[in-house]
């Protein structure tokens, strides 16, 4: 099923459709997948990220863990069985130098990489999903565009 083109924007004005994308997406995404996801401050990338993990888990039958965004340490990890999801937040860095000193792609063969705010990151990776959220007109409605995969 296609809810998602290169050029389509999927509304995700409330919570529930937030959740509803993150279920469908989830049964897209694979180990070696690397997510990028763009956005301001609040339009919804954490939000999406905490109901994404929390699909995995359900799916998994595994305890449903709190998920909050790696702002100060950079990067929080979840075990789902065999996989890893690691979901970095790369906000408070300032140069790629500190990019390059995290190893964001290597050994990934396992594991689903998701990074908010990767704009420091110049090198595409294989298996790049790109997902720009963004605000409409006011800080109530949102939308976002998915690029390198369909749903």
Excluded: C
């Excluded at 937030?18 to 690397?34: D, P, V």
């Excluded at 390059?100 to 396992?110: A, G, Q, W």
């Amino acid at each position: 099923m296609r809810i998602a083109t290169k050029s389509s924007k999927i509304n995700l004005s409330s919570e529930k459709k937030t959740e509803e994308l993150a279920l469908k997406f989830s049964k897209r995404l694979m180990a070696g997948n690397i997510v990028f996801l763009y956005g301001e401050i609040g339009v919804g990338k954490t939000t999406f990220i905490k109901y994404l993990i929390n699909k995995f888990q359900k799916k998994n039958k595994l305890k449903l863990t709190e998920v909050t965004s790696p702002t100060f340490n950079l990067l929080n990890e979840y075990e789902i069985n065999e996989i890893k999801i690691n979901h970095y937040d790369l906000f408070r860095l300032k140069s790629i130098d500190e990019v390059k000193n995290l190893d964001l792609f290597d050994n990934n063969t396992n594991t689903i990489t998701l990074i908010e705010w990767p704009q420091l990151i110049k090198k595409k990776p294989k298996n790049l999903i790109e997902l720009f959220f963004e605000y409409g007109k006011d800080h109530l409605t949102r939308s976002v565009q998915i690029n390198g995969l369909n749903l």
